[in-house]
C-alpha cells in the first residue's frame, strides 16, 4: 500500500522523530533527502550541504532550509554581482557625461561652433605635417641624386647618414598624418554623437516639463 504525499509511512516516520526527540527539541523537525533519494525525518538540522525543510507535528511545512550553494554557484553569483557592479558604473558614467553635455552646451550652435573649432585644429596640424612631408621629399629626391652620380663610387658617410634621416623623418610624419586624420575621423564623430544625445535629452526635458504642467490639471479633474 502506498505511503501518499506524506502518509501513513510519513505520519509514522513524523511520529516517531517526535518521540525519540529530546524535549529540548520536540518542537522541531526536519525532513531531507539523501544523495540516494531516501527521505528522512529528523530531530536535528540535515547537513548544511543538503538543505531540507522544518516541519510541525503536523508534518506542515513552516519553514525551508536552502542548501549551501556549491563552487559553481559561488563563482556564478559573484559574477553576476560583478556584472551588476560594472553595469552601475556605466550607468553612472553616461549620467555624469550627460549632466556635462547638458552644462556645455546650451544650443545646437554652441555645439556645432565647439566641433568646428575642433576640427580646425586638428586640420591645421594635418597641413603642418603634410607639409613638412612634401619639404622631406624634396630632400630625399635631391639626396638619391646625389647618391646616383657617384655611379659605383662609395656612398659617403656623411650622405649615407643625411639619407637615413631623411627617410626616418619621412616616416615618422608620414605616421602623424595618419594618426592625424584618425583623430580628426573621432573627433567629428564624438561631436556628431553629443550633439544627437544633446537633443535626446532636451527632447526628455521638454517631455517631463510637460508632464509636470500636466499633472495638476489632471489631478484637479479627477476631483
Known amino acids: 500500500m502506498g505511503c501518499g504525499r506524506i502518509g501513513t509511512c510519513g505520519a509514522i516516520a513524523i511520529a516517531t522523530a517526535f518521540a525519540c526527540a529530546s524535549p529540548a527539541v520536540a518542537q522541531k523537525l526536519y525532513k531531507w533527502t539523501d544523495e540516494n533519494g531516501k527521505v528522512h525525518y529528523t ?3 540535515p547537513d548544511p550541504s ?18 549551501a550553494p556549491t563552487p559553481e554557484q559561488v563563482r556564478a553569483k559573484e559574477a553576476e ?8 558604473a556605466e550607468q553612472e558614467t553616461l549620467a555624469r557625461r550627460d549632466r556635462a553635455l547638458l552644462a556645455s552646451f546650451t544650443t545646437e550652435a554652441e555645439i556645432d561652433l565647439a566641433r568646428a573649432r575642433a576640427v580646425a585644429t586638428v586640420e591645421s596640424q594635418i ?4 607639409a613638412y612631408l612634401a619639404q622631406l621629399t624634396k630632400r630625399k629626391q635631391d639626396i638619391d641624386q646625389r647618391k646616383a652620380k657617384l655611379g659605383d663610387k662609395p656612398v659617403p658617410l656623411p650622405l649615407e647618414r643625411e639619407s637615413e634621416v631623411a627617410n626616418s623623418e619621412y616616416a ?3 605616421d ?4 592625424k586624420k584618425r583623430e580628426l575621423a573621432t573627433v567629428t564623430a564624438r561631436y556628431d554623437a553629443d550633439k544627437k544625445r544633446w537633443r535626446e535629452l532636451k527632447a526628455i526635458q521638454a517631455s517631463n ?8 490639471s489632471t489631478a484637479a479633474a479627477a476631483k
Open 43 to 45: 530531530d536535528k538540522a
Open 81 to 88: 554581482a560583478e556584472r551588476k557592479k560594472a553595469a552601475a
Open 209 to 216: 516639463a510637460a508632464a509636470a504642467a500636466a499633472a495638476p
Open 50 to 67: 543538503r538543505g531540507g525543510t522544518q516541519l510541525d507535528k503536523q508534518g506542515r511545512t513552516v519553514g525551508r532550509i536552502e542548501p
Open 172 to 174: 615618422k610624419n608620414s
Open 176 to 179: 602623424l598624418v595618419a594618426q
Open 127 to 130: 597641413e603642418s605635417a603634410q
